[in-house]
């Protein structure tokens, strides 16, 4: 249910209506966009209040506008529940609205010399978040499985030479003190975007989540796992398509364009295109990155490694550091075309 509170509606009509709600049993995920405020509810009515009609009894209140039920089972993440994009803040980078973004660097963080050359190098050519794996989802067990807290502390040297913030996934609930250490954007990898205890322990953080869809996860269910971060009460999800599962063995995965467009009208959530993962190789990274842009999409997470011929994790896949800035280059012509800024 969404609760539209009136233009200019103050501080206390807000906090009068949450706590009618809460009173109900139900919870309330406030909203402030730049015209009015909307609240979020859900929960179900506590027993003892089941014959109340929760619509009739806060469209009463005086600072309420209208209230109506959202059809979608992902309510505060549809775009039913809030029409303005949204945009994550992470430090003084933007992402969402008119903002490409563009998170760069390794599959894995490797060594000091790596993350630094590899930062340095990227943040010359308009980077603005810096990646890298310090627990790495491994198919086989007897590959680098990363470098743990090290490589998480080769990120931070990387991080403060560069002013670039910190994108770094988190696999495992026992990591996620350390890791919350260091990042400053919680990845959670396409193989637990269905790993519900995972996904409630980040929503009980304050740092902003980036949600990699599954690569046999429906936009469906994609959608309810960034619902299961907000419910917990994080409202910072940046959401990206990395590819799914398909008949098709000529890339790695197949990136699925159309997610873009169907993402921006179901949710108001920013959506990143990781070019790098689908591809699975590096001569088909620039067409998606191009194709993410011009579809709509809010930016990208890509791999780049400063020497990709001897990197220990998808070596096929990362740019060097030229090839990223000749790509970053083009990205900016479309960008002036569809209206996107790349900073
Ligand atoms: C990654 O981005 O480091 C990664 C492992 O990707 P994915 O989870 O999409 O496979
Ligand atoms: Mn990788």
Do not use: W
Not at 98 to 125: H, R, Y
Not at 142 to 151: A, P, V, W
Not at 209 to 222: A, H, N, P, Y
């Amino acid at each position: 249910m969404i609760v539209v509170m009136k233009k200019g509606s103050k501080e206390e009509d807000v906090s009068r209506v949450k706590e009618r709600i809460e009173d109900m049993g139900l919870e309330a995920h406030i909203s402030k966009g730049s015209e009015r405020t909307v609240i979020g509810v859900v929960g179900s009515l506590d027993k003892d209040k089941l014959s109340l009609d929760p619509i009739a009894t806060l469209s009463l209140d005086e600072g309420v506008d209208r209230v109506y039920s959202v059809t979608k089972p992902y309510k505060l993440a549809s775009r039913e529940n809030r029409e303005e994009n949204t945009i994550v803040k992470v430090g003084n980078v933007e992402v969402g609205g008119d903002n490409f973004t563009i998170i760069a660097g390794p599959c894995s963080v490797e060594s000091k010399e790596q993350m630094m050359e590899t930062a340095l190098g990227i943040k010359e050519c308009s980077a603005h978040m810096l990646r890298g794996g310090a627990f790495k989802p491994r198919t086989s067990p007897y590959t680098f499985q990363g470098l743990g807290e090290e490589g998480l502390k080769l990120l931070k040297e990387a991080s403060d030479a560069t002013g670039m913030p910190i994108v770094t996934e988190v696999m495992n609930p026992k990591d996620l003190d350390v890791v919350l250490r260091y990042a400053d954007v919680l990845q959670i990898g396409a193989r637990n975007i269905q790993n519900f205890s995972l996904l409630k322990l980040v929503g009980q953080t304050d740092k902003p989540v980036l949600l990699k869809r599954g690569m046999s996860t429906t936009i469906q269910e994609f959608l309810m796992s960034a619902e299961y971060v907000m419910s917990e009460g994080n409202a910072d999800v940046i959401l990206c398509e990395r590819g799914i599962r398909t008949f098709e063995t000529a890339t790695r995965s197949t990136l699925d364009i159309s997610a873009v467009p169907v993402l921006k009208k179901e949710t108001h959530l920013p959506v990143l295109i990781d070019p790098s993962h689908a591809a699975g190789k590096r001569d088909y990274v620039p067409a998606l990155s191009k194709a993410a842009i011009a579809a709509g999409a809010d930016g990208l997470l890509i791999e780049v490694h400063y020497k990709p011929e001897i990197a220990v994790s998808d070596a096929a896949q990362q740019l060097n550091i030229p090839e990223y800035c000749s790509l970053v280059k083009e990205l900016k012509d479309i960008a002036k075309a569809v209206g996107k800024v790349i900073n």
